[in-house]
């Protein structure tokens, strides 16, 4: 089945960093969403694309639909404590298919 | 309230409880999930509703049994579960075929089975 790879596992960093993360597919997607997980709650949704080779930001986040649609990064710049936790990566196909979610990176920020 | 709520927000069970989970979402939505969240695993999607009407099962385990009364509720029926079942129960919603599906989840519920 579809599945979705996530790097790195995991990454610490010091706060004022900036972070790279990737989501890679074997399949094509058509839209791409970027969650993130904090302790204890449930994933909230940080940045939707939908189009092959848009960039889209959310304040420090900025997320890139990759050109061959199997891939989607994720950059947050000047890194702060408060950005701790799971970050995933989730694709569709199509409206009518399901949604896959990738094992997330887990992002640890030191003060 | 708003987005998404879940209760309770733990629950403890002994293997031959009967319990069940809900989820309620005041976004106006009309798909509905349940997702299980494991330990360093991905996110499994268990059920998914579309108009209350029960459109995918991933092979779940008849011991959960859920159901949509409508398309503002949700619940997971629990029971006889086993030890492995404990981990994080979320529910999530969305607008059916609205692009990418975006889902807006839940806090979860943290389920022990002792």
């Known amino acids: 089945g579809q599945q979705l790879n996530q790097s790195p596992q995991s990454m610490f960093i010091q706060e004022g960093e900036d972070v790279s993360m990737n989501c890679t597919s074997s399949?094509?997607?058509?839209?791409w969403l970027w969650y993130k997980q904090d302790p204890g709650e449930g994933p909230v949704l940080l940045i939707a694309l939908y189009k092959a080779g848009e960039l889209t930001s959310n304040g420090r986040l900025t997320a890139q639909f990759g050109i061959t649609r199997k891939d989607s990064f994720l950059n947050i710049s000047a890194s702060i404590p408060s950005d701790v936790g799971i970050y995933f990566c989730?694709?569709?196909?199509?409206?009518?298919?399901?949604?896959?979610f990738g094992p997330g990176t887990s992002l640890s920020v030191i003060p | 309230e708003t987005g998404v709520t879940q209760t309770p927000r733990h629950l403890v069970m002994g293997m031959t409880n009967k319990k069940s989970l809900k989820c309620e979402q005041h976004?106006?939505?009309?798909?509905m999930y349940w997702y299980k969240q494991s330990a360093k695993k991905p996110l499994e999607l268990m059920f998914v509703?579309?108009?209350?009407?029960?459109?995918e099962n991933n092979s779940v385990p008849s011991r959960f049994s859920p159901e949509c009364p409508n398309s503002s509720h949700l619940f997971l029926h629990l029971h006889t579960l086993q030890p492995e079942d404990s981990a994080l129960y979320l529910c999530a919603s969305s607008h059916y075929l609205s692009p990418g599906r975006e889902q807006f989840f839940g806090p979860g519920t943290r389920l022990t089975v002792l």
């Open positions: 509703y579309n108009f209350k009407e029960q459109t």
């Open positions: 989730a694709g569709q196909g199509t409206s009518y298919d399901k949604v896959i």
């Open positions: 976004l106006g939505h009309n798909a």
């Open positions: 399949s094509i997607f058509n839209t």
